[in-house]
């Protein structure tokens, strides 16, 4: 059994309040927030403070049931009206993990699936499929670590960009998952973690889980990665995903698909890993997948004492990129491992399943 030593995203005991460990603080400082407002819970997300596609999905659900456990109305049409609102207003925190609308579309057909009983028992309803969202992950990201972990082998070199660990999801992980469970079994991977510039995601929060588990983890910046496959350090190149199109193009942190492609030059496998919450069928193409654009002052300003550009410089700060399918060796799921051409492969992962929650 994993032991992990803190709580990514949870509900308080009464059901009270989101409780999320605030991730813009890691690793000087360990606080959790706890919040009850459809306003803090979406600037939470907005943030970052609770991050990565899997955890955005929980703290989203989390989010629809505390906000309609306060609604006060009697009648199911004003209820699922005060729903959509907050549906809506979620929905709009972060644009390109899909596993927020794929939350917040299994919370709708909660609502609706519960129609005809009385308030109270919708909002009941409301709770235990939230609870049931946040069970299921854990579920899900560790049979993508088993099944990620059957790719690999002992004392193998891995790199992974951004955090895809237990801070991105319920336990596990998911591109962190097999490196947790090999752990379990002495596997001894070195693991490199890219720092992943603008927000560090790779040295703040990989690092942090990763030592804090006992792996091996050596921290490189992101033009490092070129240098360290060179040297044959590299076995395998482990990453997250935030929405999967059906022809395998996959959205993942900014510089993802450089490191793909760095891969590629190298020989080196190139795994994305992430839950079926994560592919998203309606986006044939990466071209369909909206691109978070961030605020420019995160490039050079939000992170350090003092401003290291100009006030006022012109910036671009696309929080993601697409890694184009011809670069990624596989997508590993809780439902199998597919591989190139990757279209039939994931369309065959939904048989007997909806899409999208829908
Ligand atoms: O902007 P972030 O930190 O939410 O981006 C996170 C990632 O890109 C992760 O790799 C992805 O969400 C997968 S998390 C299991």
């Known amino acids: 059994m994993l032991e992990i030593g803190f709580d990514t995203v949870r509900l308080d005991d009464d059901n009270s309040a989101l409780v999320i460990l605030d991730q813009t603080l890691l690793p000087n400082n360990t606080e959790y927030l706890h919040l009850k407002s ?9 943030k970052l403070q609770v991050r ?4 955005i999905g929980i703290a989203a659900a989390y989010g629809i049931y505390l906000g ?26 972060r644009p390109t993990a899909v596993n ?42 560790k049979k993508i670590g088993e099944n990620g972990l059957s790719l690999l082998k002992p004392q193998m070199g891995l790199l992974t960009h951004c955090n895809a660990g237990t801070l991105a999801t319920g336990k596990y992980g998911t591109a962190l998952a097999p490196i947790y469970l090999g752990q379990e079994k002495g596997y001894d991977f070195k693991v490199f973690a890219d720092e992943t510039r603008p927000l560090l995601q790779g040295a703040r929060l ?31 190149v482990l990453v997250g995903c935030d929405r999967v199109a059906a022809n395998g193009d996959t ?18 496998p190139f795994y994305v890993l992430g839950p079926l919450s994560t592919i998203d069928l309606a986006s044939k193409t990466g071209k369909d997948i909206q691109i978070e654009q961030r605020p420019g002052e995160e490039i050079y300003k939000a992170w350090y004492q003092k401003s290291m550009a100009p006030e006022g410089i012109k910036t671009y700060n696309p929080a993601f990129d697409v890694t184009d399918a011809q670069d990624i060796t596989a997508i590993v799921t809780e439902k199998g491992i597919v591989y190139p051409p990757f279209r039939e492969g994931l369309y065959k992962l939904f048989e007997n399943k909806s899409l999208r929650g829908d």
């Open 52 to 55: 990565g596609a899997p955890a």
């Open 206 to 236: 990989t690092t942090w889980e990763l030592n804090e588990a006992g792996v091996d983890v050596t921290l490189i910046c992101d033009n490092m990665a070129s240098i360290v496959m060179k040297n044959e350090w590299i076995d395998a």
């Open 68 to 93: 309609m456990k306060q609604s006060y109305t009697l009648t199911y049409e004003a209820f699922y009206d005060e729903f959509l609102e907050i549906k809506e207003y979620l929905a709009s925190s």
């Open 251 to 268: 959205a993942n942190k900014i510089g993802t698909s450089g490191v793909a492609i760095l891969a590629k030059r190298y020989g080196i």
């Open 100 to 141: 927020l609308f794929w939350a917040l579309n299994r919370m709708e057909n909660c609502v609706k699936n519960n129609k005809d009983k009385e308030i109270g028992k919708i909002k009941k309803a409301l709770l235990d499929e939230s609870n049931t969202i946040f069970q299921e992950d854990v579920a899900v990201c």
């Open 38 to 46: 459809k306003e803090d819970i979406w600037n939470a997300i907005y």
